[in-house]
């Protein structure tokens, strides 16, 4: 959410842009299933917003390159685990810096 001066009073107008942001980066798009499963406050805020039918949406291809993959350095396969960026993490949150 980007940098606010000390001692900001934050508006509703501020809750409205973050949410906006929130919503359009991360929430509604394929992002948004990685947030459900993420579980704890992240998977809370992700079912306030995403419809149990986005769940069902395809992964994302994103996750070759941005996600965990576990291999044990023999097996003849890998398996691929999505997770959210530092930054998207942060956005779904609500966290700024001073």
């Not at 409205?16 to 929430?27: F, G, P, T």
Request: some cysteine; overall charge negative; hydrophobic content about 35%.
């Amino acid at each position: 959410l980007g940098y606010r001066p000390h001692k900001h009073k934050f508006t509703h107008e501020d809750y409205s842009i973050y949410l906006a942001l929130r919503s359009d980066r991360v929430m509604h798009g394929p992002r948004g299933r990685i947030a459900l499963q993420y579980g704890g406050a992240i998977a809370r805020i992700a079912r306030e917003t995403i419809a149990d039918v986005d769940f069902l949406r395809q992964f994302d291809e994103a996750m070759y390159d941005d996600g965990d993959c576990l291999w044990d350095g023999s097996s003849e396969y890998a398996y691929w685990h999505e997770v959210l960026s530092e930054r998207e993490l942060d956005l779904v949150c609500g966290v700024y810096n001073v």
